[in-house]
């Protein structure tokens, strides 16, 4: 069975196949995937707006002999609760992987010289690999392995 399509009505459908313009204006949105080891332990800092969780992520490249490590400051908003809890609970060097919006800003450091500062917001994150504590961590008796 065939179908007979006028002329008018073949250049209505085909033009369903081209892509449609918005007079809208899309959102602006810069997302970020990380992989990488955390610098230090997340610490809970207060606001003016309530608490947020700041940490930093070192990522890695290049070659043994020439390695390269970047530098992100990440912020997490958990509520109170299990996210926050678990995002508390990283310790430094542990990989993660991690998901976020980023957005860039400039601003004047104390000598009046312009810099500018990359935020990350936590939208996404898990353990890769938790650290294993250095023997020199470990409490107690090296033989036994009891605490005090």
């Known amino acids: 069975m065939s179908f007979l399509v006028s002329p008018a009505r073949r250049s209505a ?6 892509r449609a313009f918005s007079t809208s204006r899309p959102s602006q949105l810069a997302r970020l995937t990380l992989v990488g080891r955390l610098g230090a332990d997340p610490e809970l800092v207060e606001t003016g707006k309530g608490q947020l969780v ?12 020439n ?12 509520p109170e609760g299990p996210a926050r809890d678990y995002v508390m609970g ?3 060097g542990t990989l993660v992987y991690l998901e976020g ?17 990359l935020n990350v917001v936590q939208t996404k ?6 650290q294993q504590p250095k023997e020199d961590d470990i409490e107690g008796d090296s033989v036994t392995g009891i605490g005090p």
């Open 125 to 130: 994150v898990e353990v890769l690999k938790r």
């Open 13 to 18: 459908v085909s033009g369903l196949t081209h």
């Open 54 to 65: 700041r940490y930093v992520v070192g990522t890695s490249f290049g070659p043994k002999d």
């Open 90 to 92: 990283l310790n430094k």
């Open 101 to 117: 919006d980023a957005t860039m800003r400039t601003f004047e450091d104390s000598d009046g010289k312009k810099q500018s500062a």
């Open 67 to 78: 390695r390269q490590t970047s530098w992100f400051r990440v912020a997490s908003f958990a």
